[in-house]
């Protein structure tokens, strides 16, 4: 309970100071819209298979901007040695991960929210034929990039090249969740039936969800304290 | 067929010469580096 | 001492090999089905064991390091890392060769390669990560981490070619699937040449262990040379 509340007080921390200054989230957001803007020109969204590759295409969009939320997320402490306050607190690193994951989900997940009816927009594409279905997998795909997001910031927090190592080590490590999500956000967007492999691709990215939050609980700690 | 074994076999050296390549810049640093310290002292 | 570890896992690696590579060229018959081509095998499956190999022992040793705080243990971790990289490519690049041939396309999105493939991508992030961090400390504590982080993806590699049956060949080793799927001199070559290249990945490691040594050995001297 106590990791719980901590994590909360440190989610509303990240999410109070990012909505006041809204730095992360003006650049994610305008460069998500970006994206999809120049992928809307390299692919002829008049045909009908727009849906085949729509869902990549959200996904895309939603990992580039994800980085630049999660880039911050360790990042905003630096100045004035604030993570070491952190660690030194009595919040424990696991409630540390947790509230900034949950406070860089939340924000991913506001930007997903706008972008959707925008691709809806820019790729004429149905989305809300399945909506319930679609959040979901906006939810677990949004949380598959929070936690690998914010366990890598805080591995590459102290790097010079930071802006750098973090996609190239965040992509790799989320492919099975894009994967997943953009499968998934495929079959949703198309009419009919889902396929038969709906619940199989959904496994892997709960799959996915699971293992990966359960590793970073357990080892964000190590990570933090020097 | 022939292409793909020695592909197998010429990425392995690849990394065989490599691994002696560093074997000998690594000489080299500490080369320099005892003579530094013995005309330091 | 370990010069001799070297010298004698050598002399047992090397003649192997290249008998190895006689009977593959020479003794062995064709693939019912393939022909000469699945000669390429011998070198693809062995060269993937060689690499899980070298890949569990760094994130058994990375977990060690953790433990107990023992540089030692980072520095076998990440040497294993890097031969691992190297078998990986064999694996890939071998692959992928075989693929032209019997598909006629060098590389497909299918689960078993993009795996393989992402594998490699998250151990190659690994060895820039190390790059990145100059604090020796530091570097051996995150590229720990993300070495268990890693091992995901090689415990799924491992498993997708039976959760996913698509356009790769399904398992046919018969201590996997229970049953004799190829002929028992084939199975047995793909041991002999995994043992003959595991012997060869124990080298690359133990040299680069050394050198690893020698570079610490270095990089003190330097900071001595330097306060001097």
């Known amino acids: ?226 | 067929m022939f292409y793909g074994l020695a592909v197998a076999w010429g990425i392995l050296a690849v990394y065989a010469v490599l691994l002696g390549l560093r074997e000998q810049d690594l000489k080299k640093q500490l080369e320099t580096l005892k003579k530094m310290v013995e005309e330091k002292k | 001492m370990r010069s001799k570890i070297v010298l004698a896992l050598g002399l047992v690696g090397v003649p192997l090999l290249l008998r190895n590579l006689y009977v593959i060229l020479f003794n062995l018959p064709d693939e019912m089905e393939q022909g000469p081509v699945y000669r390429i095998f011998y070198y693809h499956l062995p060269a993937f064991f060689a690499a899980t190999l070298c890949y569990t022992t760094a994130m058994v040793c990375s977990i060690l390091y953790l433990v107990k705080k023992s540089a030692r243990y980072d520095a076998i971790a990440m040497a294993c890392t890097e031969v691992g990289l190297a078998f990986a490519a064999v694996n890939l690049i071998t692959g992928m060769f075989w693929g032209r041939i019997s598909w006629g396309i060098w590389w497909a999105w299918d689960p078993r390669l993009t795996w393989a493939l992402i594998c490699w991508l998250v151990y190659f992030g690994y060895l820039m990560l190390r790059k990145a961090i100059d604090d020796p400390t530091e570097r051996a504590k995150n590229a720990g981490v993300l070495s268990i982080f890693a091992y995901v993806s090689v415990a799924i590699t491992w498993k997708a070619i039976e959760w996913w049956r698509t356009q790769h060949p399904g398992p046919v080793l018969s201590i996997r699937t229970g049953e004799q799927r190829i002929d028992p001199a084939m199975e047995q070559m793909l041991y002999v040449n995994t043992l003959a290249l595991a012997t060869l990945a124990a080298i690359f490691v133990i040299t680069r262990l050394r050198q690893e040594e020698v570079q610490r050995e270095i990089d003190a001297l330097r900071r001595y040379a330097h306060a001097l």
Request: glycine share 6%; proline share 4%; hydrophobic share 55%.
């Open chain 1, 1 to 226: 309970m106590r990791t719980l509340r901590h994590a909360a007080a440190i989610a509303w921390k990240d999410l109070r100071s990012e909505l006041r200054t809204k730095e992360s989230l003006n650049s994610s957001l305008s460069f998500s819209i970006v994206v999809l803007l120049l992928l809307a020109m390299a692919f002829d969204t008049g045909s009908e298979i727009v849906t085949d590759y729509g869902g990549g295409i959200l996904w895309l969009a939603f990992a580039f901007s994800s980085t630049l939320i999660v880039n911050r997320s360790f990042a905003r402490e630096m100045p004035n040695d604030c993570i070491d306050v952190l660690v030194a607190s009595p919040a424990s690193g696991a409630s540390l991960f947790l509230g900034k994951a949950v406070a860089a989900f939340a924000l991913q997940s506001g930007i997903q929210l706008i972008c959707l009816p925008i691709f809806g927009v820019f790729y004429n594409v149905t989305w809300w034929r399945n909506p319930w279905q679609l959040f979901g997998v906006l939810l677990l795909g949004g949380w598959a990039m929070a936690c690998i997001g914010t366990v890598f910031s805080a591995l590459t927090v102290n790097l010079r090249l930071r802006e750098l190592m973090l996609p190239m080590l965040m992509y790799p490590m989320l492919v099975p969740a894009l994967l997943a999500s953009m499968t998934l956000t495929n079959y949703l967007l198309m009419p009919g039936a889902m396929p038969p492999d709906f619940a199989q691709w959904l496994r892997l990215l709960i799959g996915f969800d699971i293992i990966f939050t359960t590793l970073a609980l357990a080892l964000v700690e190590t990570i933090l304290v020097r």
